[in-house]
């Protein structure tokens, strides 16, 4: 038997015949795989979401078309709701009490995983690897780590099938190596196409509530300046505007890692307060008072992390 294989790469080299082989991809061109396939392709499937401790199933719909894109999730359990994202508007639609509520987040790509586009930039603190193989949904698949170079982040494991490059699995850990947020899916499928929910049909299926509208404005016009920030994070957008009917304007500065966001709002302090943290799953929160606001900050990253943005706030003299 030996000398057969030997006889046939002898026959191979003599006649120029080479067997080409697939080039091995690294952790950062999978990634890069994944981002187009996220993009471009119509599938869908069940998602078990777990966060803040609760586990929730859903229905997953990823409709593309000539550069255009839609998601939907379809909850499988009380409430009844359907959630669509057209660009970075996301309409939640629930069915039992016949609301409808829209919200602006021009700075999500998805309901699944967020992922810059050039991870060129972020080798610098973050450093990607492939850890190994697995089967998830049944399908074989690739396991990539995502892991900060400091604390001021969280890891994270994406689960990429080796067919199509679509995430089947991403998880969130805190820096003690706890699970602390996942996303899963148990069944998914690949289309030809799939049909687009109109927009306007949306808005009026029930009476719609809008939040957030964003209209971002420069942060220079902001009452607070942040000082201090986690290498790699630079701010997003700027936006002052009132939130969940309050009659003073909430000021909002949004930052980013490109993995991670995180929220700064300011706003007229309403009562007195202490200084204090709280947690919900993987998002963090800080709040003190400065002078007559209070100040909070918000985001999916380690509490030491969201006190330290917060402490290093400090109001902008608007006299110069």
Known sequence: MIEVKRFLVVMLLSTGIVLAQEPELNARQLLMKMNHAMDVLNYEGTVAFFRNGKLEPMRYVHAADKGL??????SLNSPLREIIRNAG??????????????????????????????????????????????????LPSYVVAIQPKDND???RRIWVEKQQ??????????????????????????????PFIDDKSIDTAYPARHIHQIQPQSSEQAAFVVTELPKGFREVFFTRQPIHNAEEPV??????????????????????????????????????????????????????????????????????
């Open 251 to 320: 000021e909002h500065l949004l930052l980013s890692d490109g993995f991670t966001s995180v929220s700064v709002y300011m706003e007229k302090k309403s009562a007195a307060m202490q200084p204090s943290i709280q947690s919900a799953g993987a998002v963090n929160s800080y709040s003190r008072v400065i002078d007559n606001y209070q100040l909070t900050v918000m985001g999916e990253v380690p509490a030491e992390t969201v006190k330290s943005i917060a402490e290093g706030v400090k109001l902008r003299d608007l006299k110069n």
């Open 153 to 155: 982040r969280y890891p």
């Open 165 to 194: 490059f679509l995430p089947l699995k991403v998880v969130v850990y805190n820096n003690s190596g706890d699970l602390v947020e996942q996303v899963i899916f148990t069944d998914i499928e690949v289309k030809d196409a799939l």
């Open 89 to 138: 508007k996301v309409s939640c639609v629930f069915k039992e009490s016949h609301q409808t509520i829209v919200d602006h987040r021009p700075f999500e790509r998805s309901f699944l995983v967020d992922m810059p586009y050039n991870l060129d930039k972020m080798e610098d603190i973050y450093q990607f690897e492939m850890v190994g193989e697995e089967n998830i949904a049944m």
């Open 69 to 74: 894109q839609q998601e939907r999730l379809i």
